[in-house]
């Protein structure tokens, strides 16, 4: 279920063109630079870093999240095709898409899983080291936001930037080390 809230966000994002940051803000760059799409490019950029997932946050970790990652990938190309997407306003385009994807990274953090790539990192980086999650990906997020200047036009970046806001929203209220694990 979080791996297809955060691919219909993903897909509100492509039709605004729109971005947010982490592996899936690299994916959104190379899919508005070049003729490849969301889906597949997500994918591979994920690769590397289940060697960190397998090594650090163990076997459970990796196969979820991978599982997580290729729904992600595979539904983010089939969403377009079930739903048409007309005209959007754009500050609900962000709004909503943030919250979707961010919602989605939630169910997936609470249930030993991510979207891979940055994710993984900030899993690690909280549980090793107490570094929130949801601050660490709103890092990464306004570096990968501003890498975009170049890319995509003024309106979108703002409003990608707003997306990034709504989604880190989530993560930073929600997601607290130690919260919804079983205790016994």
């Given at each position: 279920m979080g791996a297809l809230f955060a691919s219909f966000g993903i897909a509100i994002f492509t039709h605004m063109n729109f971005l947010i940051g982490g592996t899936a803000g690299v994916a959104f760059l190379t899919q508005y630079?070049?003729?490849?799409?969301?889906?597949?490019?997500?994918?591979?950029?994920?690769?590397?870093?289940?060697?960190?997932?397998i090594k650090k946050l163990g076997w459970e970790f990796t196969i979820k999240t991978f599982l997580a990652v290729f729904t992600v990938s595979f539904a983010s190309e089939m969403v377009p095709m079930v739903f048409e997407f007309g005209e959007i306003n754009p500050f609900f385009a962000a709004l909503f898409g943030g919250f979707l994807i961010g919602s989605g990274l939630l169910m997936l953090f609470r249930h030993n899983a991510s979207l891979g790539g940055l994710n993984i990192m900030a899993i690690f980086l909280q549980d090793n080291y107490g570094i929130s999650a949801g601050k660490f990906q709103m890092l990464i997020d306004t570096i990968i936001i501003l890498a975009a200047f170049f890319i995509v036009d003024w309106k979108a970046l703002a409003f990608s930037v707003l997306a990034a806001v709504a989604l880190n929203i989530i993560l930073a209220i929600n997601h607290k080390p130690g919260r919804y694990r079983v205790m016994t």
């Amino acid at each position: 279920m979080g791996a297809l809230f955060a691919s219909f966000g993903i897909a509100i994002f492509t039709h605004m063109n729109f971005l947010i940051g982490g592996t899936a803000g690299v994916a959104f760059l190379t899919q508005y630079s070049t003729s490849l799409t969301f889906g597949p490019v997500f994918f591979v950029i994920n690769l590397p870093f289940y060697v960190l997932a397998i090594k650090k946050l163990g076997w459970e970790f990796t196969i979820k999240t991978f599982l997580a990652v290729f729904t992600v990938s595979f539904a983010s190309e089939m969403v377009p095709m079930v739903f048409e997407f007309g005209e959007i306003n754009p500050f609900f385009a962000a709004l909503f898409g943030g919250f979707l994807i961010g919602s989605g990274l939630l169910m997936l953090f609470r249930h030993n899983a991510s979207l891979g790539g940055l994710n993984i990192m900030a899993i690690f980086l909280q549980d090793n080291y107490g570094i929130s999650a949801g601050k660490f990906q709103m890092l990464i997020d306004t570096i990968i936001i501003l890498a975009a200047f170049f890319i995509v036009d003024w309106k979108a970046l703002a409003f990608s930037v707003l997306a990034a806001v709504a989604l880190n929203i989530i993560l930073a209220i929600n997601h607290k080390p130690g919260r919804y694990r079983v205790m016994t």
